[in-house]
């Protein structure tokens, strides 16, 4: 899994402090912990730093498979902007179904309640038959018109 992050940072603060190329000069190129701000990386040339320094990426979750993010970015930056942009509305469109969906689950909950709130009023008042029916309409217009039962 590789080296944990304090220890990572801690091993390029002893590197600078110690004469950082010097001790780098085995090092493979690559970008390390920058030791004055823990927020960027530095990139090792493997003979020299270089004024080249870049945000550093979030550490991973443990069991975040690397190699997976890895190959979507290399996807992601292999399409070009037409692509890019029907998969942004693409994902943008399935939020909104999905969102569509809970809205009408939610509201099918909502007048399932609604109406046994009205059946129950209904049958408290007596109410049967056909005049029951028309009575717990009327209360589910009315609560959706006015905001309240009658």
């Known amino acids: 899994?590789?080296?944990?992050?304090?220890?990572?940072?801690?091993?390029?603060?002893?590197?600078?402090?110690?004469?950082?190329?010097?001790?780098?000069?085995?090092?493979?190129?690559?970008?390390?912990?920058?030791?004055?701000?823990?927020?960027?990386?530095?990139?090792?040339?493997?003979?020299?730093?270089?004024?080249?320094?870049?945000?550093?990426?979030?550490?991973?979750?443990?069991?975040?498979?690397?190699?997976n993010e890895n190959a979507l970015s290399r996807y992601w930056n292999s399409l070009d902007s037409r692509s890019k942009v029907g998969a942004v509305i693409g994902a943008v469109a399935t939020s909104f179904v999905l969102l569509g969906l809970v809205m009408t689950v939610v509201e099918e909950s909502s007048n399932s309640e609604l109406r046994d709130s009205c059946e129950a009023e209904a049958s408290r008042n007596g109410y049967s038959g056909a005049e029951f029916d028309q009575v717990v309409e009327f209360c589910i217009d009315y609560d959706e018109q006015f905001g309240g039962q009658p």
């Open 1 to 67: 899994m590789g080296r944990p992050v304090e220890s990572t940072v801690m091993l390029a603060q002893r590197l600078l402090a110690e004469g950082g190329a010097k001790l780098m000069a085995n090092r493979t190129p690559g970008w390390y912990p920058d030791p004055n701000d823990n927020s960027t990386e530095h990139y090792w040339d493997g003979a020299g730093w270089h004024g080249k320094r870049k945000v550093r990426p979030l550490s991973s979750p443990e069991g975040f498979d690397q190699k």
